[in-house]
């Protein structure tokens, strides 16, 4: 591709995942901002009943209140034996005020008289980008897994401790960041965004959506 570099923004406050998503772009022709680089400290309630339109809630508002096409993620952690929760409420999972520990011995305990492949779960992260014309995408990733007993490893964060990954042989915690990157749901939402941008068509919707950089025109 030998576009100039053309402008994104990240509706997240999160550096870690500002990191994570500018790694992922490396290549690519894109200009990626934090969404404070750009002015915008402040994201609507994520109240959806999916996470696409989660993440499209966060990447159009950022889109309007900056002018430049947005990316955004939503992601939970859907249980078989309980019916896909925790679901969009993973982070809030056991309500309010607790903390990734208390949520974890929450779905721990959810899980009591549940053995073997019933313990069965996947990680889900959708990518959405919108532009202020209104144009969308959406992009999904899954890693599959099973629910563990009780806690292994110390990375990671959130649920990652009791969620063994079959494909790395060992719990999200237990792995390195490099690991878990390999296979986690984000990473894959990621890979599927940057096959569409490295494509034909990728490559041409985003010249019409998304601008350049004053200093590139």
Same mark, same amino acid.
């Given at each position: 591709?030998?576009?100039?570099?053309?402008?994104?923004?990240?509706?997240?406050?999160?550096?870690?995942?500002?990191?994570?998503?500018?790694?992922?772009?490396?290549?690519?022709?894109?200009?990626?901002?934090?969404?404070?680089?750009?002015?915008?400290?402040?994201?609507?309630?994520?109240?959806?009943?999916?996470?696409?339109?989660?993440?499209?809630?966060?990447?159009? @508002?950022?889109?309007?209140?900056?002018?430049?096409?947005?990316?955004?993620?939503?992601?939970?952690?859907?249980?078989?034996?309980?019916?896909?929760?925790?679901?969009? @409420?993973?982070?809030?999972?056991?309500?309010?005020?607790?903390?990734?520990?208390?949520?974890?011995?929450?779905?721990?305990?959810?899980?009591?008289?549940?053995?073997?492949?019933?313990?069965?779960?996947?990680?889900?992260?959708?990518?959405?980008?919108?532009?202020?014309?209104?144009?969308?995408?959406?992009?999904?990733?899954?890693?599959?897994?099973?629910?563990?007993?009780?806690?292994?490893?110390?990375?990671?964060?959130?649920?990652?401790?009791?969620?063994?990954?079959?494909?790395?042989?060992?719990?999200?915690?237990?792995?390195?960041?490099?690991?878990?990157?390999?296979?986690?749901?984000?990473?894959?939402?990621?890979?599927?965004?940057?096959?569409?941008?490295?494509?034909?068509?990728?490559?041409?919707?985003?010249?019409?959506?998304?601008?350049?950089?004053?200093?590139?025109?």
């Amino acid at each position: 591709m030998t576009h100039p570099p053309y402008k994104l923004v990240l509706a997240s406050s999160n550096p870690g995942k500002l990191d994570e998503f500018r790694e992922a772009l490396v290549g690519l022709p894109f200009v990626l901002s934090s969404a404070a680089e750009l002015g915008v400290t402040r994201f609507p309630e994520e109240t959806g009943a999916g996470y696409e339109e989660n993440a499209l809630v966060k990447a159009a @508002h950022v889109a309007l209140e900056t002018g430049v096409a947005a990316l955004a993620d939503d992601s939970g952690l859907e249980v078989a034996a309980l019916g896909g929760e925790p679901g969009v @409420h993973t982070a809030r999972y056991g309500g309010p005020g607790l903390n990734d520990g208390e949520r974890m011995a929450h779905l721990l305990q959810k899980l009591k008289q549940v053995d073997g492949e019933a313990r069965a779960a996947k990680f889900v992260a959708v990518i959405v980008m919108a532009t202020p014309g209104g144009a969308v995408r959406a992009f999904r990733g899954e890693s599959e897994g099973v629910i563990l007993e009780g806690p292994r490893g110390t990375g990671g964060f959130g649920y990652d401790p009791v969620f063994y990954s079959p494909e790395l042989g060992k719990s999200f915690a237990e792995a390195s960041l490099e690991e878990k990157r390999s296979v986690s749901h984000r990473g894959r939402a990621l890979a599927a965004f940057v096959e569409w941008a490295r494509s034909e068509a990728g490559a041409a919707a985003l010249g019409q959506m998304t601008p350049r950089p004053k200093d590139e025109e």
